[in-house]
Nanobody
Framework: QVQLVESGGGLVQAGGSLRLSCAAS????????MNWYRQAPGKQRELVAG??????NYADPVKDRFTISRDNAKNTVYLQMNSLKPDDTAVYYC?????????????????WGQGTQVTVSS
């Protein structure tokens, strides 16, 4: 069974930095894409950043402040967050599209981590 485990959240002052990590484990054939989403209280979950192969994409509010990267050998994705603002306060979720070998076929599913709280104080 595939699992995503996040770490690195916490409380930081505005202008500070945090680094989130998300490690995928289990029987995987291939990790196709890895993403970070966030959900603030009373708001919908939104895509923050994604990485597929060597390509990355970012939501406008975090461009030039956040950097997503991936260590394929460790099946881990990172989100380096700099110049944090109170508006960045949210639960951050790791998401991955992963191909698994089902024996006679392959299957692509979306997996989610449990979420990690990021709180930025003003």
């Amino acid at each position: 069974q595939v699992q995503l485990v996040e770490s690195g959240g916490g409380l930081v002052q505005a202008g500070g930095s945090l680094r989130l990590s998300c490690a995928a484990s289990g029987k995987m054939f291939r990790i196709n894409a890895m993403n970070w989403y966030r959900q603030a209280p009373g708001k919908q979950r939104e895509l923050v950043a994604g990485i597929t192969g060597g390509s990355t994409n970012y939501a406008d509010p975090v461009k030039d402040r956040f950097t997503i990267s991936r260590d394929n050998a460790k099946n881990t994705v990172y989100l380096q967050m700099n110049s944090l603002k109170p508006d960045d306060t949210a639960v951050y979720y790791c998401n991955a599209r992963i191909t698994t070998n089902q024996g006679i076929s392959y299957r692509v599913d979306n997996y989610w981590g449990q979420g990690t709280q990021v709180t930025v104080s003003s």
